[in-house]
């Protein structure tokens, strides 16, 4: 079983790709906006759902989630200004 830092770890990527989309540094090649938009809200939604894990306990974990939580709201703001 993986634990919390692991889950936590592992779920940096999705915090990457999401910043990465927002401020234009990610190669989206030949993508559609609405392609993009779809991208960056299944990062948005795995972000979403190991934030609510309890088993690890990310949930009930004290470790500072803020690039996670902050990852959610960029990911968010982008799609609604790019709808």
Do not use: C
Not at 1 to 12: F, H, K, R, S
Not at 60 to 80: M, P, Q
Request: a negative charge.
């Amino acid at each position: 079983m993986a634990t919390v830092t692991e889950v936590l770890t592992a779920a940096t990527d999705s915090v990457t790709l999401i910043n990465a989309v927002s401020d234009g540094t990610h190669d989206v090649g030949n993508m559609t906006q609405a392609e993009i938009n779809e991208m960056a809200q299944r990062n948005v939604d795995h972000l979403e759902l190991i934030l609510a894990y309890t088993d690890p306990d990310v949930a009930g974990d004290s470790s500072d989630k803020s690039s996670y939580t902050d990852a959610i709201t960029t990911g968010n703001t982008y799609i609604t200004n790019n709808s």
